[in-house]
Nanobody, 123 residues
Framework: QVQLVESGGGLVQAGDSLRLSCAASGGTFSSYAIGWFRQAPGKERSFVAVISRSGVVSTHADSVKGRFTISRDNAKNTASLQMNSLRPEDTAVYYC????????????????WGQGTQVTVSS
């Protein structure tokens, strides 16, 4: 079983950048696909990005493509989400998640979740 802890959220202005980190412990990190999701107030949790176990393959939601980049370092048991050109609509709690069997974009594909980190983008 893997435990995930996100960090790096904060309050920024539109156009700024943030880098979120996800630290994993208690499992074999390289055996999980890692995804990032976000949830704004009153909305459902939505897919942001996913990266394969090896880190070779990644997929980003259309809403963040070209602005956000997911990455991972299996030697350090960490994953990151680099967020550039932030917009007010990116405001949400961001979660990292680990999937044992799937490389997916759905919440149900993931087995383990972190507690989330708040990102607030002011206009």
């Amino acid at each position: 079983q893997v435990q995930l802890v996100e960090s790096g959220g904060g309050l920024v202005q539109a156009g700024d950048s943030l880098r979120l980190s996800c630290a994993a412990s208690g499992g074999t990190f390289s055996s999980y696909a890692i995804g990032w999701f976000r949830q704004a107030p009153g909305k459902e949790r939505s897919f942001v990005a996913v990266i394969s176990r090896s880190g070779v393959v990644s997929t980003h939601a259309d809403s963040v493509k070209g602005r956000f980049t997911i990455s991972r370092d299996n030697a350090k048991n960490t994953a990151s989400l680099q967020m550039n050109s932030l917009r007010p609509e990116d405001t949400a709690v961001y979660y990292c998640a680990a999937a044992n069997m799937y490389y997916g974009t759905r919440v149900g594909n993931y087995d383990y979740w972190g507690q989330g980190t708040q990102v607030t983008v002011s206009s």
